[in-house]
C-alpha cells in the first residue's frame, strides 16, 4: 500500500522490492493493523472531551455502482477488507439500514485479536455494536446479529413503531432505542441517540439509502471511500440516494491511500454545525 497524499518525504517508504514476501503485485508493502489505525484514527478528544464523530465507509467502480448484483463485494479487494476491518475496529457502534442487514447477511462484529490492545486503551469493548436502523422493525431476530452478538445489537426507530415488533426486538436480546417521533427514525436523532448511550466513535456502512438520509440531514462528518478501478455499467445503486441537499455539502480531502488500482480515500466536511 502507498500514501498518495498528504504528499511527505516518506510516502515511498512504504513501498517494498517487488518480489519480496508478503508484498503483493507492484512491489507495495502490505500494512499491518497498526499503521491502518494511526492512518484512520478518529479525532482527537477537544477541551471539552471526544465529541461524537459519524464516519461514513462505501466502495464505488469508475462509473459510480455502489453494487453489483446487490452486493458490495464483487467491486471489493483485499485491501478494502482490510480498511473495512479496521474501520470496524476503531468505531464504538456501526450504522447499517434494516435492507443492508438482509441484502448482505449481516453478522455481528467480531473481536479482532489484532486490534484488542488497542481497543481497552481506548476504553472500549471487545467489538462494536451493530445498530440497525428501521422504520418496520421487519428482521430475521433468528439471525446471529441478534442471537450471539458479543455485545446486545441495538435497534434504532421511532416511537410510533408497532409495540409488538418492539417487543419481539427486546425478547430476542436486541436493545431499542427511540430516535425519532414517528414510525421511522429521523436520521438527525442518529448521532445523538447513540451519543447518548456513550458510544461516540460512530461508523456506517450503508446502505446507499441510510447514507442518502444522513447526508442530507447534515449529519456526516467523514466519508472513507474506496475507489474501485472497475466498470460496470447497469442501474446499480450511487453510494448515497434519497433526498437531496438545497446545496451540495462541501468536503476536504485528508487522504489518499492506493494498492493495486484502488483508491482508499477520506474525506471531511469543511465545517461542522453545532449538534442539538
Given amino acids: 500500500m502507498r500514501r498518495l497524499f498528504p504528499v511527505t518525504d516518506v510516502t515511498d517508504e512504504t513501498a517494498a522490492p517487488a518480489g519480496q514476501a508478503g508484498a503483493p503485485r507492484g512491489g507495495a508493502r502490505e500494512w499491518g493493523p497498526a499503521e491502518l489505525a494511526a492512518a484512520y484514527a478518529y479525532p482527537e478528544p477537544g477541551p471539552r472531551g471526544r465529541e461524537p464523530w459519524l464516519r461514513a465507509n462505501m466502495v464505488s467502480t469508475l462509473d459510480g455502482a455502489a453494487q453489483h ?10 485491501a478494502d477488507m482490510r ?9 464504538d457502534v456501526v450504522v447499517v439500514g434494516a435492507e443492508t442487514v438482509r441484502q448482505e447477511g449481516y453478522r455481528p462484529a467480531r473481536a479482532r485479536a489484532e486490534f484488542a490492545a488497542l481497543r481497552e486503551a481506548a476504553g472500549q469493548g471487545p467489538a462494536p455494536a451493530i445498530a440497525v436502523v428501521t ?3 421487519d428482521l430475521d431476530l433468528s439471525l446471529p446479529l441478534f442471537t450471539s452478538p458479543l455485545v446486545p445489537t441495538l435497534v434504532l426507530t421511532g416511537a410510533g413503531a408497532d409495540p409488538e415488533r418492539v417487543a419481539a426486538a427486546e425478547r430476542a436480546g436486541a436493545r431499542v432505542v427511540t430516535a425519532g ?8 436523532r442518529v448521532v445523538p441517540a447513540l451519543a447518548d448511550l456513550g458510544h461516540t466513535r460512530l461508523l ?5 439509502r441510510l447514507l442518502g438520509q ?3 440531514a447534515g449529519a456526516l462528518d467523514e466519508l472513507c471511500l474506496t475507489v474501485s478501478p472497475m ?3 447497469g442501474d446499480a445503486q450511487r453510494i448515497a440516494g434519497g433526498p437531496s441537499v438545497t446545496l451540495p455539502r462541501r468536503f476536504t480531502l485528508r487522504s489518499m491511500l492506493e494498492e493495486d488500482g484502488f483508491l482508499f480515500t477520506r474525506y471531511r466536511r469543511e465545517r461542522r454545525s453545532p449538534r442539538s
Fill in 135 to 137: 422504520a418496520s422493525l
Fill in 214 to 216: 444522513l447526508v442530507a
Fill in 231 to 233: 466498470l460496470t455499467a
Fill in 69 to 78: 448484483d446487490g452486493r458490495s463485494q464483487p467491486i471489493s479487494c483485499a
Fill in 83 to 91: 480498511i473495512f476491518g479496521t474501520l470496524r475496529a476503531l468505531a
Fill in 181 to 188: 417521533e414517528g414510525v421511522g427514525v429521523d436520521p438527525a
Fill in 204 to 208: 456506517t456502512e450503508g446502505g446507499p
